[in-house]
């Protein structure tokens, strides 16, 4: 059976229209998870202390059918879908609101050693054995993203600030997509109306760091990509209509 979590929207999580999209649909995400792996004791309270870890994202997906409105309380579902992935665990995810999916996706993520800054296999903190479940769902896979910043525009620096930052001392994952909103303000963001985003988090961003966020528009898709100084591409992104 597949983990859930009640939750009630909140204003804090809204778009500029006063619904729910996504970016709260992303920090739904992000709740549901840490949920799940409190449920199993296996959360980011007990990671650091008992094995020196944290669990990071390595890709997400998040596909927003309809937005969340005020009145009536969510289900958030996550479970852990199979897979061939020893160093990884493969979440599919739901949100479902007055009997219908308003948004449903994917979170691929793994444990990271805070000391040796690499990261571990599930076993390596006795993570539980037999917990996949084959759950029917329609979520998109994930796409092979270009990692490539070939005819992208450079839209701003981003500085990685004290606020940015958790447990694991890099940029936690939801500000990369708020990041990558501010490369366009508001206008071109109604006029878009991003349905889908997916996000490849290949390098971690420190405090302090300097990034370069570029982008490329294509008919019915944004790329974007975050750049460290030195020329590394720190995470991709694409956004859908």
Same mark, same amino acid.
């Given at each position: 059976?597949?983990?859930?979590?009640?939750?009630?929207?909140?204003?804090?999580?809204?778009?500029l229209d006063g619904f729910v999209g996504l970016r709260g649909g992303l920090r739904c995400f992000q709740d549901?998870?840490?949920?799940?792996?409190?449920?199993?004791?296996?959360?980011?309270?007990?990671?650091?202390?008992?094995?020196? $870890?944290?669990?990071?994202?390595?890709?997400?997906?998040?596909?927003?059918?309809?937005?969340?409105?005020?009145?009536?309380? $969510?289900?958030?579902?996550?479970?852990?879908?199979?897979?061939?992935?020893?160093?990884?665990?493969?979440?599919?995810?739901?949100?479902?609101?007055?009997?219908?999916i308003a948004a449903r996706g994917r979170i691929d993520t793994c444990v990271f050693s805070l000391s040796e800054?690499?990261?571990?296999?599930?076993?390596?903190?006795?993570?539980?054995?037999?917990?996949?479940?084959?759950?029917?769902?329609?979520?998109?896979?994930?796409?092979?993203?270009?990692?490539?910043?070939?005819?992208?525009?450079?839209?701003?620096?981003?500085?990685?600030?004290?606020?940015?930052?958790?447990?694991?001392?890099?940029?936690?994952?939801?500000?990369?997509?708020?990041?990558?909103?501010?490369?366009?303000?508001?206008?071109?963001?109604?006029?878009?109306?991003?349905?889908?985003?997916?996000?490849?988090?290949?390098?971690?961003?420190?405090?302090?760091?300097?990034?370069?966020?570029?982008?490329?528009?294509?008919?019915?898709?944004?790329?974007?990509?975050?750049?460290?100084?030195?020329?590394?591409?720190?995470?991709?992104?694409?956004f859908r209509k």
């Amino acid at each position: 059976m597949p983990f859930v979590q009640e939750y009630w929207p909140q204003i804090r999580d809204t778009d500029l229209d006063g619904f729910v999209g996504l970016r709260g649909g992303l920090r739904c995400f992000q709740d549901v998870y840490t949920g799940f792996m409190y449920s199993l004791g296996k959360g980011n309270d007990v990671l650091p202390v008992r094995y020196g $870890a944290v669990w990071v994202y390595t890709h997400c997906l998040i596909r927003m059918d309809k937005k969340l409105e005020y009145g009536a309380p $969510a289900a958030l579902s996550a479970w852990i879908e199979p897979g061939n992935q020893p160093a990884r665990v493969l979440l599919g995810v739901t949100i479902t609101q007055r009997g219908e999916i308003a948004a449903r996706g994917r979170i691929d993520t793994c444990v990271f050693s805070l000391s040796e800054r690499r990261p571990l296999r599930p076993r390596d903190i006795e993570f539980p054995d037999g917990l996949a479940e084959d759950v029917p769902n329609s979520i998109p896979p994930f796409s092979r993203l270009e990692r490539s910043t070939e005819g992208m525009e450079k839209r701003y620096e981003k500085t990685v600030r004290f606020s940015d930052l958790d447990s694991s001392r890099h940029m936690n994952n939801l500000r990369y997509f708020e990041m990558f909103q501010d490369a366009y303000n508001s206008a071109f963001w109604a006029d878009f109306s991003a349905r889908e985003v997916e996000i490849s988090f290949l390098s971690q961003c420190l405090e302090g760091e300097k990034l370069s966020v570029m982008s490329r528009p294509e008919g019915d898709s944004l790329r974007l990509a975050a750049v460290h100084a030195d020329g590394r591409v720190a995470s991709v992104a694409v956004f859908r209509k």
